[in-house]
């Protein structure tokens, strides 16, 4: 769930945070990183496991990337690209990685990871939709809160969203 996970993650964010020093584009992007790298890994045959989470959906992995973050950028950069490791572990928690703790806490009880629950994505979302409204409802809430945004910050002005994909900041 693409849309679900960038629209809960900027939700949170700016509940939280607010507008203040947040490039929301690093967690538009940390917020499906773990998506992208779990399923990128099964596409090239690195892992075919059952539930389609693997090394990406652990707490490991959200810490490796905010260390590699803390280390390798410096003053401002490293504020706008720690958004990044927010976005994930926001990821995380979208997705109730709580409730695998086989995967979440890898490798603290051994070396398996969880068989459930699985990841929502297969061709069945498009050949039997109703059996996936659960899916379909996160997409939609997720796509309603990017829109939300959109509106509210007036995004879809050809200048604010060029600065907004500048330097990732809302204006009021």
């Known amino acids: 769930m693409l849309l679900w996970h960038m629209g809960v993650a900027v939700a949170i964010m700016y509940v939280t945070i607010g507008r203040r020093r947040v490039d929301y584009r690093y967690v538009l992007l940390g917020a499906i990183l773990p998506d992208v790298v779990d399923g990128g890994l099964h596409l090239v045959g690195v892992y075919d496991g059952p539930a389609g989470r693997w090394i990406a959906h652990s707490l490991l992995a959200a810490l490796v990337i905010a260390v590699v973050i803390l280390l390798g950028f410096r003053a401002e950069r490293r504020t706008a690209v720690f958004g990044t490791f927010v976005g994930w572990l926001l990821h995380l928690v979208g997705d109730g990685m709580w409730s695998a703790p086989e995967t979440f806490l890898w490798p603290a ?41 959109l509106v509210a910050f007036s995004l879809a002005e050809p200048a604010r969203r060029r600065r907004f994909l500048k330097d990732g900041a809302l204006r009021a």
Do not use: C, N, Q
């Open 109 to 149: 009880f051994g070396t398996d990871f969880a068989t459930e629950p699985r990841e929502p994505y297969s061709w069945d979302l498009l050949t039997d939709p109703l059996a996936h409204l659960g899916t379909w409802g996160g997409e939609i809430v997720g796509l309603l809160i990017l829109l939300w945004f």
